[in-house]
């Protein structure tokens, strides 16, 4: 798993999410932080996963290097699923499949959000397309 560029990094565990949303080419949702600090965390992209729009007191922020968890096609440069059925569970539990077919170079992260519930999961091109903001407006 890839370490998180601050101000990434300083986001609690502790925390809660709500307000999950994808519009314009944008995947946002409002975090608060456990001592009350509110963010707007915005990540540009084409495809968002989520089976919740909000939790409560737990939640982590993690970005992975896509090419660590799933298989890329040495001809096309493509991801694969993984020929395990297993595997292949995981990678949808995990929010893996949004990037199936995609190019390595072009995709090489996936954001994801969890609590209970995977509250987000979203491909991304480059960390710059990832943007924490302080406040709520």
């Known amino acids: ?52 729009d909000a939790e409560h007191s737990s939640v982590h922020l993690e970005i992975e290097e896509l090419a660590t968890a799933l298989p890329v096609d040495v001809a096309s440069g493509r991801y694969q699923a993984p020929l395990d059925f297993g595997g292949q569970m995981r990678l949808v ?3 893996r499949h949004l990037a199936l077919g995609r190019r ?26 990832i943007t924490l903001r302080p406040g709520m407006d």
Not at 30 to 45: C, I, N
Request: proline fraction near 6%; aromatic fraction near 8%.
């Open 104 to 129: 390595q170079q072009e995709w090489p992260f996936l954001l994801r959000i969890r609590g209970y519930r995977l509250l987000l999961a979203c491909p991304v091109r480059t960390l710059e397309d």
């Open 1 to 52: 798993m890839l370490e998180l560029p601050l101000p990434l990094a300083s986001l609690n565990g502790d925390s809660s999410v709500h307000g999950v949303r994808f519009a314009a080419g944008v995947a946002e949702c409002l975090w608060e932080d456990s001592d009350g600090t509110p963010y707007r965390l915005q990540v540009r992209t084409d495809t968002l996963y989520s089976e919740a």
């Open 93 to 95: 539990r995990e929010g």
